[in-house]
């Protein structure tokens, strides 16, 4: 299955500014998703990157607050715009699995604090 | 949509004793079944999963079984270990499909 390097793996960041999460992935994958985990709870999935394409939004999530770039098929980034308290969680970027194994594999994910 | 419940929240057992996490699903449609562990500070790994097709699925001392009538599915740990306490997260998905995910269950093995 894909190696994913996600950075930074955590931070502390002032309200109203942005933070951007990058995803590198060790083989070209189609797909690259983007989760967020509350404190204490399940995935949620923000949004879907295609290379080449503009990133599909979970209805709650919009590209004003979450921009995501995929300017290859190794490559990803989310932004976390303007910055609350209640953007404070856990952002994992994520890959399908190949044609013999459907399940998602994660990235070590961000932790982010807003104070 | 899919909606996956998932029991219990929090589990704790005795070291060297079984465990059991189930989940329910509520799209028939769902033929993909995942289980995934996530330790403290870390991404969830996917650790076992089972198709539609299979009932029952082995792998060392986790197993995962599917009951596609009554919609259910179930992680079996035996023997357990203190490594084996994690959050452990069940989804489901019907393939081309966004994964839905349980919304977890915290196991503690005490030694």
């Known amino acids: 299955s894909a190696v994913i390097s996600q950075k930074p793996s955590r931070d502390i960041c002032q309200r109203g500014t942005s933070l951007t999460i990058q995803c590198q992935v060790d083989?070209?994958?189609?797909?690259m998703f983007w989760y967020r985990q509350q404190p204490g709870q399940s995935l949620t999935l923000i949004a879907t990157?295609?290379?080449?394409?503009?990133?599909?939004?979970e209805s709650g999530f919009v590209i004003d607050k979450f921009p995501i770039s995929r300017p290859n098929l190794t490559f990803s980034t989310l932004t976390v715009s303007n910055m609350s308290p209640e953007d404070s969680s856990i952002y994992l970027c994520?890959?399908?699995?190949?044609?013999?194994?459907?399940?998602?594999?994660f990235g070590s994910g961000t932790r982010l604090t807003v104070v | 949509g899919e909606n996956v419940e998932q029991h219990p929240s929090t589990l704790s057992v005795q070291e060297g004793d079984s465990a059991v996490i189930k989940c329910t699903y509520s799209?028939?449609?769902?033929?993909?079944f995942p289980w995934y562990k996530q330790e403290l500070g870390k991404g969830p790994q996917l650790i076992i999963d089972?198709?539609?097709?299979?009932g029952e699925k082995k792998d060392q001392r986790i197993a995962v079984t599917l009951n596609k009538t009554a919609k259910h599915f179930s992680l079996h740990i035996t023997e357990t270990q203190p490594e084996d306490s994690a959050v452990y997260f069940c989804?489901?998905?019907?393939?081309?499909?966004?994964?839905?995910f349980g919304p977890g269950t915290r196991l503690s093995v005490l030694p």
């Open positions: 994520s890959v399908e699995g190949d044609s013999l194994n459907y399940g998602y594999t």
């Open positions: 083989s070209q994958v189609t797909m």
């Open positions: 990157a295609n290379q080449g394409s503009e990133a599909t939004y």
């Open positions: 799209d028939s449609a769902s033929n993909y």
């Open positions: 089972i198709r539609s097709n299979v």
């Open positions: 989804a489901a998905n019907n393939y081309g499909q966004n994964f839905v």
